[in-house]
């Protein structure tokens, strides 16, 4: 075996374990672009008079990062990769392996931390007014697991728009074609 291939079948691991690193923490699920709407009640109140509209909101935010560079992650990929490196090939071949394993490792793990730290947050509840009119919509909704009860200031149809976890609840007006 030549040392190139021995350099790719290397590689091909290192990636084939990082893709399976991937799957096994739920890095490839994807967040819902839409809540589905199960119920729509509308209210009214006698005169509609304008009023302040109180209610619990849940809010994730980003979590402190200690490990701002990832070197955690680096340094373990690149010592899980150099050793699977150094397990190939003999001679110069086998240390041009580990080098090349400790790179693709270290590359690998930096990632991998990298996107567990992105999808790390805190979640707090916080009290959200504004003034809307006396008439509005009680929604139920269910976002993938979860449902829940919102009042919004319009009927959202039968899907409400998610961004970064949370519900989009004012009206999106169409962008203005030029």
Known sequence: MGKA????????????????MASAYGLDEREP?????LAVQPVREEGGAPRDACREVEV???AEVKDQQQIAG??????????LGSQVGSGSGKKL???????AGGYAGNKIQETLQARNTQTTTETRCNGVAGNGYD????????????RMDHD???????????LQLDREEPSPVW
């Open 156 to 166: 959202p149809g039968a899907q409400i728009p998610v961004r970064n976890g949370r």
């Open 60 to 62: 994730s935010r980003p």
């Open 5 to 20: 291939m021995i350099v790719g079948v290397v590689c091909g691991a290192l990636g084939l374990a990082a893709s399976g």
């Open 74 to 83: 680096t340094l373990i990929g690149a010592v899980a990769g150099g050793l």
């Open 139 to 150: 929604v139920k909704y269910r976002l993938g697991q979860e449902v829940g009860w919102v």
């Open 97 to 103: 392996a580990a080098v090349a394993g400790a790179v």
């Open 33 to 37: 672009e839409y809540a589905d709407v």
